[in-house]
């Protein structure tokens, strides 16, 4: 693949396990690498998956990260899936994927897939049935276990965040606390900007208060008016800021674009608006 990023990863690899993080190590700028969640253009991607990874390609997104269906793929698909990300100069850098993608049983496959796409990064999209503090700190327990086998791939898992788990719990922690704190430092915290904002979190204050593990953000906005049916960069989330967390200490290497609403003209549509706003924000 001939598209290169102005840090390399295997300089994050070998950052990832240390703290404090230096900032300097981290500023990348507007430099850093737009992709789109492909979750975002889902029924598109049912009917045509490859067509759909040319028109996200064709747009000028230069990452995608495939959700819970690639694992269905046997190895003989993911290569054909590999070839046509390497046709299209594009990268997968990470995968979403439910919890029991990194048990015993699974971990061996994901392994496997996300190597021949050229994932490195697992990151589970929900956690497992879990309730208080202690049921948390179980499930961090789950993922400091896959990082120990992943970190040997060199590959990392890493969690996503919605709602629930910047909400309270009874005694006032949030349980994205207490997955911060109870996991490695090579466990992503790929923050899901909207879901923080729209419960009443800072991201930007999340972002400095875990250098070095914020690796990649999904850009979904939200706003009062709209909810999630807003287009990025047109709802309440303080882009500008998380920005500069993200690229000054947070560890950013990448960005996925993220919509739930396709609105009256369609998923590729909105994908292109999206896109476009996020150049105007950018070059602003």
Known sequence: MKHTIPLSRRAFLAIAGAAPFAASAFAQSKNVPVGIELYSVRAELKKDLEGTVRGVAKM????????????EWTPGRAKEIRKLLDDLNIKCLSTHNSPSAISEANISKAIELNRIIGSKYIILASPPKVSGEDGWKGFADQLAKAAEKLRGEN??????????????MEGGKRPIE???????????LQLDAGTAVEVGADPVAWIRSNPGRIKSIHLKDWGKAQGYAVAFGEGDVPWKGIFSAAESVGGIEYYLIEQEHAGEDGEMAMAQRCLDNYKKLRSA
């Open 60 to 71: 000028g997104y230069q990452v995608v990260e495939f959700y819970s269906p690639y694992f």
């Open 178 to 188: 207490v997955l911060a704190a109870s996991t490695p430092k090579d466990v992503v």
């Open 155 to 168: 590959m990392a898992t890493g969690f996503h965040n919605h709602q629930l788990e910047f909400r309270p």
